[in-house]
T-cell receptor, first 115, second 111 residues
């Protein structure tokens, strides 16, 4: 069974600084996607970034980038130039492309940004 | 860009009552997923539909049922509601099993 683990329940970063959120996963499949979703106080689930497992190049979306280590089954999210609006719960998630696509979420990391 | 629409946004029910949650996927998305998020928890997969057929089933109670209609909207029917059913219910849509985009959620409170 797929599992996703986020070992940091809470993280804090100073505005304009950089922070890295950790995520590890376990799957026996070869074709899968990994995602980071952001859930602000509004509780909306917002896609931040995605990574296809077959791609070696790390995904980047503006100030957000990932460090995907396939052999180590690690998928960390780096947020550069942190902004107050980045404060939220961040969920790491995985899905297997050819098995219905349901998302398996980690426990979440609550990120606070200090002005 | 059009997003996933869920209605109602908030719902208050008594124990043993019935509730129906509706989801309208992003246009041209053919797959719909339902998730339940309890307080302080991560979302848990309930059920999914592809082209109006159930494609996968998770930890969905027998008291719950769902379907996807010809216009691709989906409804989650919940009967004999229990206090423990109080949660945020998300619908997400995708093209096939590609990236899922979530709706704003329906907050269900069972009194």
């Amino acid at each position: 069974a797929q599992t996703v683990t986020q070992s940091q329940p809470e993280m804090s970063v100073q505005e304009a600084e950089t922070v890295t959120l950790s995520c590890t996963y376990d799957t026996s499949e070869s074709d899968y996607y990994l995602f980071w979703y952001k859930q602000p106080p509004s509780r909306q689930m917002i896609l931040v970034i995605r990574q296809e497992a077959y791609k070696q190049q790390n995904a980047t979306e503006n100030r957000f980038s990932v460090n995907f280590q396939k052999a180590a089954k690690s998928f960390s999210l780096k947020i550069s130039d942190s902004q107050l609006g980045d404060a939220a719960m961040y969920f790491c998630a995985s899905h297997v492309y050819n098995q219905g696509g349901k998302l398996i979420f980690g426990q979440g990391t609550e990120l606070s940004v200090k002005p | 860009a059009a997003g996933v629409i869920q209605s109602p946004r908030h719902l208050i029910k008594e124990k043993r009552e019935t509730a129906t949650l509706k989801c309208y996927p992003i246009p041209r998305h053919d797959t719909v997923y339902w998730y339940q998020q309890g307080p302080g928890q991560d979302p848990q997969f309930l059920i999914s539909f592809y082209e109006k057929m159930q494609s996968d089933k998770g930890s969905i109670p027998d008291r719950f049922s769902a379907q996807q209609f010809s216009d691709y909207h989906s409804e989650l029917n919940m009967s004999s509601l229990e206090l423990g059913d109080s949660a945020l219910y998300f619908c997400a849509s995708s093209v096939l099993t590609d990236t899922q985009y979530f709706g704003p959620g329906t907050r269900l409170t069972v009194l």
